[in-house]
């Protein structure tokens, strides 16, 4: 039996009454300010809970195995999970060039990290310069 009206319409593709410049003035100035001591504490916040979470995770196999297995590691998988995206997110952003002002900031600290999760930062870092709709951020 087929009908003419489809399990799941397509959402609307009007353009939007706003441009992505819109979008940027009305972003306070300050947020767009980089500031390469407050990029070290959150990429420092992210080593300390990746260290805690790692060392927390040797007591794991002192406790029953049922626990070990069915909740503790799986939890630890998660945790660590997250808080190491959080640092690929730092790592990609040196990328972009907002972690510091300094471009030799971003590609040290890029490097190191995006290499500490075996995830290459300078083929990544140049096709992310290409900007097709550059134009837009006008």
């Not at 939890?75 to 510091?100: K, N, R």
Request: charged content about 10%.
């Amino acid at each position: 039996m087929a009908t003419d009206t489809p399990v799941c319409p397509r959402p609307p593709v009007d353009k939007p009454n706003f441009t992505i410049g819109t979008l940027r003035k009305a972003i306070p100035a300050h947020c767009f300010q980089r500031n390469t001591l407050r990029s070290f504490s959150y990429l420092a916040a992210d080593l300390v809970a990746v260290t805690a979470l790692y060392y927390a995770s040797t007591f794991i196999d002192s406790l029953p195995l049922w626990l070990a297995w069915s909740v503790l590691w799986p939890l630890y998988w998660f945790c660590q999970g997250a808080v190491c995206t959080g640092i690929w997110v730092i790592s990609h952003e040196c990328g972009h060039g907002a972690f510091s002002e300094h471009g030799w900031i971003n590609d040290m600290v890029g490097f190191i990290t995006h290499s500490c999760l075996l995830v290459p930062y300078f083929s990544v870092s140049v096709c992310g310069t290409y900007r097709p709709n550059k134009h837009l951020l006008q």
